[in-house]
C-alpha cells in the first residue's frame, strides 16, 4: 500500500527534512501589508519576507489556509493518483480552521477519487484520515516525524491511525515568546484575550518570560521565568531531564525558532540538551519557524515539542 503524508506549512520541520521523506504540505498563505507570500518552509524565503517588516505592520498580519476547494484539487488531481491511503496531519484546530476545511474537504475526496483513479489505471480503494495533531509548531513535528517512520518500517495503515493518535494525545509543545508586547497586539487582533494588557506590560517591564504550553489543543502559561535567555535555558535543561530520564514517548525532539537555525546553538542549555540527544539516541530536529508562527508569537521567540505522559512540568 502506498501511504502519503501530509503536514501544513505551521508544522516546524526542516525543509530538507520534508523533501527527503517525501511530505506534501498544505501552503499557509501571510498577507503583511501589502506583502504576499505562500509559506512553503522556506528559510530564505521567510527570512527574507520579514526583512525590515514592522512590528506593528506583522500584528497586523492575514493569514490564509488553503481552502477546502484547495485541499479538495490538491487530492483529487494529484494524492489520490500517487497514493492508496493518505495521513493528513493539522496544527490544533482550537488554533485554525485548516483541520475543519481538510475534514470537510475529505467528504467529497472520497465521493470523487474513483474517476481520477481509474483514469489513472488504478482500480484499488483510496482512503485518507484527517488528524489534528492537537499541537503547534514545533509539537505538530512529533506526529509527523512518528508517522514517517512507521511508513519506513511498512507498517499498516490500521496501525500507523492509532499510533499517531496516541502521539498526538500525548505531544506536550512549549513556547516561549520574545517580546509579549508583539503577542499580546497579534493576540488582540486575532481576538484572543490570553495575553492581557497588565500581564504584558509588567512582564516587559520587569523582563518576566512566560513558558507557554499546549498539549490536547489547550495552551497556557505553565511557568514564568526572568530573562529570555534564563527560559530558554531552562526549558532546554527540563527537556534534557526528560530525555535521560527515557520519558519520551517517541525518539524525537524538535526544536524551532523565530530566526535562523544558528541562533538556536548559541542559546544557554543547548550544548547540553543535545549531547543529551545524542547520548541517548533522540533525533533532535531543529529549524526555522514557520512564517505563520512568527506572524503570530513574533520574531525570535522558541518552541520545543516532544511526547511524553509524564508531567507537563517540573
Same mark, same amino acid.
Given at each position: 500500500?502506498?501511504?502519503?503524508?501530509?503536514?501544513?506549512?505551521?508544522?516546524?520541520?526542516?525543509?530538507?527534512?520534508?523533501?527527503?521523506?517525501?511530505?506534501?504540505?498544505?501552503?499557509?498563505?501571510?498577507?503583511?501589508?501589502?506583502?504576499?507570500?505562500?509559506?512553503?518552509?522556506?528559510?530564505?524565503?521567510?527570512?527574507?519576507?520579514?526583512?525590515?517588516?514592522?512590528?506593528?505592520?506583522?500584528?497586523?498580519?492575514?493569514?490564509?489556509?488553503?481552502?477546502?476547494?484547495?485541499?479538495?484539487?490538491?487530492?483529487?488531481?494529484?494524492?489520490?493518483?500517487?497514493?492508496?491511503?493518505?495521513?493528513?496531519?493539522?496544527?490544533?484546530?482550537?488554533?485554525?480552521?485548516?483541520?475543519?476545511?481538510?475534514?470537510?474537504?475529505?467528504?467529497?475526496?472520497?465521493?470523487?477519487?474513483?474517476?481520477?483513479?481509474?483514469?489513472?489505471?488504478?482500480?484499488?480503494?483510496?482512503?485518507?484520515?484527517?488528524?489534528?495533531?492537537?499541537?503547534?509548531?514545533?509539537?505538530?513535528?512529533?506526529?509527523?516525524?512518528?508517522?514517517? +517512520? @512507521?511508513?519506513?518500517?511498512? !507498517?499498516? %495503515?490500521?496501525?500507523? $491511525?492509532?499510533?499517531?493518535?496516541?502521539?498526538?494525545?500525548? =505531544?506536550?509543545?512549549?513556547?516561549?515568546?520574545?517580546?509579549?508586547?508583539?503577542?499580546?497586539?497579534?493576540?488582540?487582533?486575532?481576538?484572543?484575550?490570553?495575553?492581557?494588557?497588565?500581564?504584558?506590560?509588567?512582564?516587559?517591564?520587569?523582563?518576566?518570560?512566560?513558558?507557554?504550553?499546549?498539549?490536547?489543543?489547550?495552551?497556557?502559561?505553565?511557568?514564568?521565568?526572568?530573562?529570555?535567555?534564563?527560559?530558554?535555558?531552562?526549558?532546554?535543561?527540563?527537556?534534557?531531564?526528560?530525555?535521560?530520564?527515557?520519558?519520551?514517548?517517541?525518539?524525537?525532539?524538535?526544536?524551532?525558532?523565530?530566526?535562523?537555525?544558528?541562533?538556536?546553538? +548559541? @542559546?544557554?542549555?543547548?550544548? !547540553?540538551? %543535545?549531547?543529551?540527544? $545524542?547520548?541517548?539516541?533522540?533525533?533532535?530536529?531543529?529549524? =526555522?519557524?514557520?512564517?505563520?508562527?512568527?506572524?503570530?508569537?513574533?520574531?525570535?521567540?522558541?518552541?520545543?515539542?516532544?511526547?511524553?505522559?509524564?508531567?507537563?512540568?517540573?
Amino acid at each position: 500500500m502506498r501511504i502519503g503524508l501530509v503536514v501544513d506549512s505551521a508544522c516546524d520541520l526542516p525543509r530538507d527534512y520534508i523533501e527527503k521523506n517525501e511530505l506534501t504540505l498544505l501552503p499557509i498563505t501571510v498577507r503583511i501589508g501589502d506583502a504576499v507570500l505562500a509559506d512553503q518552509r522556506n528559510e530564505q524565503a521567510t527570512l527574507e519576507f520579514l526583512d525590515n517588516k514592522s512590528e506593528e505592520l506583522m500584528a497586523q498580519a492575514e493569514t490564509q489556509p488553503f481552502t477546502v476547494q484547495q485541499v479538495q484539487d490538491l487530492f483529487l488531481k494529484r494524492l489520490v493518483i500517487d497514493y492508496d491511503y493518505v495521513f493528513c496531519m493539522t496544527i490544533t484546530k482550537s488554533r485554525s480552521p485548516i483541520f475543519d476545511n481538510t475534514q470537510q474537504a475529505s467528504f467529497a475526496i472520497l465521493n470523487d477519487y474513483k474517476e481520477p483513479r481509474s483514469a489513472a489505471g488504478i482500480a484499488t480503494p483510496f482512503s485518507l484520515r484527517v488528524i489534528d495533531t492537537q499541537s503547534v509548531f514545533a509539537g505538530q513535528a512529533i506526529a509527523a516525524v512518528e508517522a514517517v +517512520r @512507521l511508513r519506513q518500517a511498512e !507498517e499498516g %495503515a490500521p496501525k500507523m $491511525r492509532a499510533r499517531i493518535e496516541q502521539i498526538a494525545m500525548n =505531544t506536550h509543545a512549549y513556547m516561549v515568546p520574545r517580546d509579549l508586547n508583539y503577542l499580546r497586539a497579534r493576540t488582540r487582533h486575532r481576538g484572543d484575550r490570553s495575553v492581557s494588557l497588565l500581564s504584558a506590560t509588567l512582564g516587559s517591564a520587569l523582563d518576566i518570560k512566560p513558558v507557554l504550553h499546549c498539549r490536547r489543543g489547550e495552551t497556557g502559561p505553565i511557568a514564568k521565568l526572568k530573562g529570555f535567555d534564563n527560559a530558554a535555558e531552562k526549558l532546554f535543561t527540563f527537556a534534557a531531564r526528560r530525555v535521560r530520564d527515557g520519558k519520551l514517548m517517541t525518539p524525537t525532539l524538535a526544536i524551532s525558532y523565530g530566526g535562523p537555525v544558528e541562533d538556536i546553538r +548559541r @542559546l544557554p542549555g543547548y550544548t !547540553e540538551l %543535545a549531547e543529551t540527544c $545524542r547520548t541517548h539516541r533522540v533525533e533532535l530536529l531543529e529549524s =526555522t519557524m514557520s512564517l505563520t508562527g512568527m506572524v503570530n508569537v513574533g520574531k525570535s521567540s522558541l518552541t520545543l515539542g516532544f511526547a511524553s505522559d509524564a508531567p507537563a512540568w517540573d
